[in-house]
Structures are given as structure tokens and as C-alpha cells.
């Protein structure tokens, strides 16, 4: 699959995602979503910098910003984390609530800058998900 076809991949699970949201307007949020990004020595440079400008080009698409913002009163709430081994995980973007579009600027412009610390590490998706 090609890059655009990644994209469009990521653009669709964002949307799917934000489509999953419930709750009425006394929650505190919609939905919560903890987003977490592998590192694992499997994951070259260029997976790597697919990952974090696909999530941010995921989260600027019209489609899954419009979901995202539609209820700013309960708002979605986002963190993006990296992962690989049982000791590795590093927190790109504390929990956040996107409530404004510059929210979602803010989301995407952290991951753009974001610089890979380290590929090593097995892939250890259980500690991941602990995590």
C-alpha cells in the first residue's frame, strides 16, 4: 500500500473512531482516546515519520476534525504515546481536550516536530497497552 493509501487508511480509522463516541451532555468527555505509536527496532525512519505525519494529517482532515469538534461542551480527549520494548514508552502529547480546531493544530504540529530518542527495543505490545 502507498502513502496516500495509508493516509487514507489512518483518515478512516480516525473516523471510525470518533464515529464509536458516546455520551450525553452531562459527560465530561465523549470519548478518550490514547493513541499509541510503535518504535520497536521492526520500524524504520521512514515507517517512523509515516506514523506521526499520518496521525497529524488524520487529524486535520475535514472529515475527523468536524467529528472531533462537534461537541466542544463534551469534548474528545487525545493522547499520543510511543512504544517498543517492556521499559520504552514516552508520552509525545499529555491528555488534552480538542475543543478548537487550533487544539487539533497543536496535536499535529507536536507530532510533525517530534525526533526519534531511540529504535531499540522488542515490540512488547502488552506493556504498551499498560502503559
Known amino acids: 500500500m502507498g502513502q496516500h ?3 487514507r487508511t489512518l483518515v478512516r480509522t480516525a473516523l471510525l473512531a470518533l464515529a464509536l463516541l458516546t455520551g ?3 459527560a465530561a468527555c465523549r470519548q ?3 493513541l499509541g505509536l ?3 527496532g521492526s520500524v524504520d525512519a521512514q515507517e517512523y515519520r509515516l506514523q506521526l ?14 467529528k472531533a469538534l462537534a461537541a466542544p461542551e463534551t469534548p474528545v480527549f487525545i493522547t ?3 512504544w517498543s520494548g517492556q521499559t ?6 499529555d491528555w488534552m481536550a480538542l475543543q478548537t480546531q487550533a487544539d487539533l493544530m497543536q496535536v ?3 507530532l510533525r516536530a517530534t525526533r526519534r530518542q531511540s529504535r531499540k527495543g522488542a515490540t512488547a505490545i502488552g506493556r504498551a497497552m499498560g502503559f
Open 5 to 7: 493509501g495509508k493516509h
Open 24 to 26: 450525553g451532555a452531562e
Open 32 to 34: 478518550a482516546l490514547a
Open 38 to 40: 510503535d518504535i520497536s
Open 53 to 66: 505525519e499520518g496521525l497529524a494529517a488524520a487529524l486535520l482532515a475535514p472529515q475527523v476534525a468536524e
Open 80 to 82: 499520543v504515546y510511543e
Open 88 to 93: 520504552r514508552q514516552r508520552v509525545l502529547v
Open 108 to 110: 499535529a504540529a507536536t
